[in-house]
């Protein structure tokens, strides 16, 4: 389930970024009056600044996601040892 909401959300990021262009007005004002690779090229370079926060946030989250799974495996572990500890000292008495 996390899996596939997690590929939907990429499949959607993936195509709809070549129709997300953005400019401010200013940019769009200037840009309109002059060359269309001009223009292309702002939208472009505007697309890729967008990226790495994006990049970041999931950056910070995979990283908060990987220390809960280790730390939820050690849980795991000691309480295990711990029950382990309890059987074979009740087992002795």
């Given at each position: 389930m996390f899996k596939k909401r997690i590929l939907s959300c990429f499949l959607v990021f993936v195509f709809t970024i070549k129709s997300s262009y953005s400019q401010c007005a200013m940019c769009k004002?200037?840009?309109?009056?002059?060359?269309s690779g001009l223009a292309e090229?702002?939208?472009?370079?505007?697309?890729?600044l967008m990226v790495f926060p994006y990049l970041l946030?999931?950056?910070?989250f995979f990283t908060l996601y990987r220390y809960k799974k280790?730390?939820?495996?050690?849980?795991?572990?000691i309480r295990v040892n711990l029950c382990n500890i309890i059987y074979f000292r009740s087992s002795y008495l």
């Open positions: 004002a200037v840009l309109e009056s002059g060359d090229g702002v939208n472009n370079g505007i697309s890729y946030i999931g950056g910070l280790t730390k939820l495996k050690i849980n795991n572990l």
